[in-house]
T-cell receptor
């Protein structure tokens, strides 16, 4: 079974600074997708970024980028120029052949003004 | 706004009772997924329906059941409720059953069992 591990329960960053959230996963599949979801206090799950395992190039969406290391099974999220609105729980998720999303436990990000 | 709607937003009920949670997927989406978010278990996949048929099952209790109707809306039925069933229940939808498409989440239904 696939597992996703987020080793940082909580992180904090100063406004305008850069922060990296870590995620590792375990799978025997070769074809899969990885996602980062954001869950603000409203509890809505918002897709931040996705990465296809077959693509070597790291995905980027505005201030959000990933560092995908397939051999190490690592998928970290970098948030640049952090804003107060980035404060939220961030979940790393894996999706393979079974289509269901497997989530990590989450990292609570605090942004300090 | 993801386009996925869930009703009700909040539900408070007593142990032993039965409730029904409703989900309307985004227009055109054929696949519906149900997830449970609790403090103990985190976010867990429960079940998936695709165009009216059950597609995959996860950690769904026998007391729970779901269905997807011809108009593609889905309902999650929870019966013989226990205190531990208190959680946030999410519905998500995607265009089709395939690996390429993202799942878009509804706002969730918060269930409190007293």
């Amino acid at each position: 079974a696939q597992t996703v591990t987020q080793s940082q329960p909580e992180m904090s960053v100063q406004e305008a600074e850069t922060v990296t959230l870590s995620c590792t996963y375990d799978t025997s599949e070769s074809d899969y997708y990885l996602f980062w979801y954001k869950q603000p206090p409203s509890r809505q799950m918002i897709l931040v970024i996705r990465q296809e395992a077959y693509k070597q190039q790291n995905a980027t969406e505005n201030r959000f980028s990933v560092n995908f290391q397939k051999a190490a099974k690592s998928f970290s999220l970098k948030i640049s120029d952090s804003q107060l609105g980035d404060a939220a729980m961030y979940f790393c998720a894996y999706r393979g052949g079974s289509e269901k999303l497997v989530f990590g436990k989450g990292t609570k990000l605090t942004v300090n003004p | 706004d993801s386009g996925v709607t869930q009703t009700p937003k909040h539900l408070i009920t007593a142990t032993g009772q039965r409730v029904t949670l409703r989900c309307s997927p985004r227009s055109g989406d054929l696949s519906v997924y149900w997830y449970q978010q609790s403090l103990d278990q985190g976010l867990q996949f429960l079940i998936q329906y695709y165009n009216g048929e059950e597609r995959a099952k996860g950690n769904i209790l026998e007391r729970f059941s779901a269905q997807q109707f011809p108009d593609l809306h889905s309902e999650l039925n929870l019966s013989s409720l226990e205190l531990g069933d208190s959680a946030l229940y999410f519905c998500a939808s995607s265009v089709t059953s395939g690996r390429v498409y993202e799942q878009y989440f509804g706002p969730g239904t918060r269930l409190t069992v007293t």
